[in-house]
């Protein structure tokens, strides 16, 4: 035995008397648990075949089709905005394990942006950080693919408040300084 899931504190724990000799120092006990976590089966994801234009110029990011659904590379999205009315600031709050997002804040980037195209075949699996847009809590549509977060680029929009669309004679579209509107 490696682990033990309790469902209470660590000092209800301590307070457990337990007779010799005790096999359980040996393992690592997670405190308010309801047991360990399923890991999720990992879906195929293949790149959008969807031509981009961001205020009208055409841009390539890191985006996969899910389920009919465009998914981008987050902080390729926060790059493509930067210094347009729908920036955002994006970090990753490593004791909460949470992504967070600022709107109207510039984002600072990486250097891994804009890195490439997305490839063939490659394994999505639910993603399983939390997610905080202005400090607010947000339930959006996210896969972690390669270790990197990839969200519903349209719940972006409706979220971060610029718009999103798609139309046959001009593929997908972002505007920045437009309202999120459904029904485009």
């Known amino acids: 035995m490696t682990d033990v899931y309790y469902a209470g504190t660590e000092a209800q724990w301590k307070a457990i008397a337990i007779e010799e000799p005790n096999y359980l120092d040996r393992v690592t006990v997670h405190y308010n648990s309801a047991g360990p976590q399923p890991v999720p089966a990992p879906i195929m994801a293949d790149p959008t075949n969807d031509a981009l234009k961001v205020d009208g110029v055409s841009k390539v990011p890191t985006a996969y089709k899910i389920g009919g659904a465009n998914y981008f590379l987050l902080r390729d999205v926060a790059m493509l905005l930067n210094g347009t009315k729908g920036q955002f600031s994006v970090d990753f709050d490593t004791?909460?394990?949470a992504v967070?997002?600022?709107t109207g804040q510039p984002y600072k980037p990486l250097g891994t942006e804009l890195a490439g195209a997305a490839q063939?075949?490659?394994e999505a699996i639910?993603?399983?950080?939390d997610v905080y847009i202005n400090g607010?809590?947000?339930?959006?549509a996210v896969y972690k693919i390669g270790g990197a977060n990839y969200f519903k680029i349209r719940d972006l929009g409706e979220n971060l408040g610029f718009n999103v669309g798609w139309t046959l004679e001009q593929g997908m579209f972002i505007e920045s300084d437009k309202p999120y509107d459904p029904n485009n």
């Open 126 to 129: 639910v993603g399983n950080n």
């Open 95 to 97: 004791q909460k394990q």
């Open 100 to 102: 967070i997002i600022v």
């Open 136 to 140: 607010e809590k947000v339930d959006l």
């Open 120 to 122: 063939s075949g490659t």
